[in-house]
């Protein structure tokens, strides 16, 4: 069965460093999203890509992060300078033909900046 | 800003009985709502949607329920089986604007074999 991947599973970075999250969803989808969790926390929307544009973004998705399908089949997002508030889980998540369709998850990221 | 609540940080029922978790909501504009299941260290795996012309939508045995004029929602799981125990996170969207969607902060249900 087709799934969303993730790497890495676990990322370490320092405060200030930039970061890529990798993310491959399933590959007849066309919607493309970003959630992260902080932990004990909800989950968060970042950002939909749909048509290799952003679609939506929440107020967390500020100037330092940004998306990119580089060669379709990959979706990243990058945290240009890290902070200590960043740390959280970073989901991957991708949905078929209409945007309101389920989106299948992927197991995540955990990014820890320290 | 809670757009959508779920009251219950955790639930617990025997295996076999009925689980029921809600999830309530503010945002008169939401018409599309879905739950999720997420075991640890994994993602959330979807489970059922609804959309507001509806009331209700079964998928085996999960059957979600919507009360538009009370902004409420429910999942109900029956049997419940040892295999549910997880965190189940509601979440909705307002179709009209986007395609954001607002998650509540989960309910970990156990179920008691």
């Known amino acids: 069965e087709p799934e969303v991947t993730q790497t890495p599973s676990h990322q370490v970075t320092q405060m200030g460093q930039e970061v890529i999250l990798r993310c491959v969803p399933i590959?007849?989808?066309?919607?493309f999203y970003w959630y992260r969790q902080i932990l004990g926390q909800k989950v968060e929307f970042l950002v939909s890509?749909?048509?290799?544009?952003?679609?939506?973004k929440s107020e967390i998705f500020d100037d330092q992060f940004s998306v990119e399908r580089p060669d379709g089949s990959n979706f990243t997002l990058k945290i240009r300078s890290t902070k200590l508030e960043d740390s959280a889980m970073y989901f991957c998540?991708?949905?078929?033909?209409?945007?309101?369709?389920?989106?299948?998850f992927g197991p995540g990221t955990r990014l820890t900046v320290l | 800003d809670q757009q959508v609540k779920q009251n219950s940080p955790s639930l617990s029922v025997q295996e076999g009985r009925i689980s029921i978790l809600n999830c309530d909501y503010t945002?008169?504009?939401?018409?599309?709502f879905l739950w999720y299941k997420k075991y640890p260290a994994e993602g959330p795996t979807f489970l059922i949607s609804?959309?507001?012309?509806?009331d209700k939508n079964e998928d085996g045995r999960f059957t979600v329920f919507l009360n538009k004029s009370a902004k409420h929602l429910s999942l109900h799981i029956v049997p419940s089986q040892p295999g549910d125990s997880a965190v189940y996170f509601c979440?909705?969207?307002?179709?009209?604007?986007?395609?954001?969607?607002?998650f509540g902060t989960g309910t970990s249900l156990t179920v008691i074999p």
């Open positions: 998540a991708s949905g078929g033909q209409a945007p309101y369709n389920e989106q299948f």
């Open positions: 590959s007849n989808h066309l919607y």
């Open positions: 890509f749909y048509n290799n544009e952003i679609s939506e």
């Open positions: 945002n008169s504009m939401f018409d599309y």
């Open positions: 609804i959309s507001s012309i509806k």
């Open positions: 979440a909705a969207s307002d179709s009209n604007t986007g395609n954001q969607f607002y």
